[in-house]
Nanobody, 114 residues
Framework: QVQLVESGGGLVQSGGSLRLSCVASLSIVNRFVMGWYRQAPGKQRDLVAD???????NYVDSVKGRFTISRDNTKNTVYLQMNNLKPEDTAVYYC????????WGQGTQVTVSS
């Protein structure tokens, strides 16, 4: 079993930055794709970005050029650097990894005020 713990959320002004972290309990996650998802009130949970074991990345169009996903396999950790935040980015951000099953973190709240 894998446990994922997100941190780094908070309240920022429009245009500000946050760095989210997701720490996994097992190093096995280093061999698999990890992703960040977000869910705003009344909305479905959608992929924001993901990163392969080799460092290949994908981003939803709305965050391209503003967000950067990265990972540090020595720390079993994936990061999401979020710059130029907009109110539309307000959501709970979740970390996910799929090995044989899906494993989700508890989420961290990001709120962007205008």
């Amino acid at each position: 079993q894998v446990q994922l713990v997100e941190s780094g959320g908070g309240l920022v002004q429009s245009g500000g930055s946050l760095r989210l972290s997701c720490v996994a309990s097992l190093s096995i996650v280093n061999r698999f794709v990890m992703g960040w998802y977000r869910q705003a009130p009344g909305k479905q949970r959608d992929l924001v970005a993901d990163i392969s074991s080799g460092g290949n990345t994908n981003y939803v169009d709305s965050v391209k050029g503003r967000f950067t996903i990265s990972r540090d396999n020595t720390k079993n950790t994936v990061y999401l650097q979020m710059n130029n935040l907009k109110p539309e980015d307000t959501a709970v951000y979740y970390c996910r990894v799929r090995i044989l099953n899906e494993y989700w973190g508890q989420g961290t709240q990001v709120t962007v005020s205008s």
